[in-house]
């Protein structure tokens, strides 16, 4: 399996590693993450991220695959020292995978953004008013 950050995984490390701790592994220096696998366990990994997953549209069979996915949930525990909020979590991503003749996979990767997906958890979505009203924006502001 590989994912954004070209980490070539085969499906045992998955398994051992956490699949949370590769897909939101990062080449940014650890001073700046959210969320950083390199000190997350299995199980740790593993708790803030109980959402659901779905798959959006198929634009192609096999022998290759290719959807457009949709994972999300709400944030109703605590994240890294944020309290939770209770709002949409998502994000959405690409998943190409290859079949061998038996349709076993072969290979799978994956496309998404993690960056706004982890921001959400830091902070509540701002409402569309308040959001408005703190616009330098004169259209924004309604003025």
């Known amino acids: 399996m590989t994912q954004q950050v070209r980490r070539e995984t085969r499906s045992e490390g998955v398994t051992a590693m956490g699949g949370y701790n590769l897909f939101l592994a990062t080449k940014m220096p650890p001073e ?12 740790s990994s593993t708790t803030p991220f109980l959402t659901s997953f779905e798959v959006l549209d198929v634009y192609s069979g096999p022998p290759m695959g290719v959807f457009k996915f949709r994972h ?3 944030m109703e525990g605590p994240f890294k020292g944020h309290p939770p909020h209770g709002h949409l979590v998502e994000f959405f991503g690409v ?7 038996d349709t076993k996979v ?5 496309f998404y953004e993690r960056g706004n997906f982890l921001a959400s958890f830091l902070s509540a979505p701002s409402t569309s008013a308040s959001a408005a009203s703190a616009s330098g924006c004169p ?3 309604g003025d």
């Open 139 to 141: 259209v924004m502001r």
């Open 106 to 110: 072969e290979k799978a990767e994956f």
């Open 32 to 43: 700046h993450r959210i969320y950083d696998p390199d000190l997350e366990s299995l199980e």
């Open 72 to 74: 999300w949930g709400y």
């Open 95 to 101: 998943r190409v995978f290859h079949v061998d003749q």
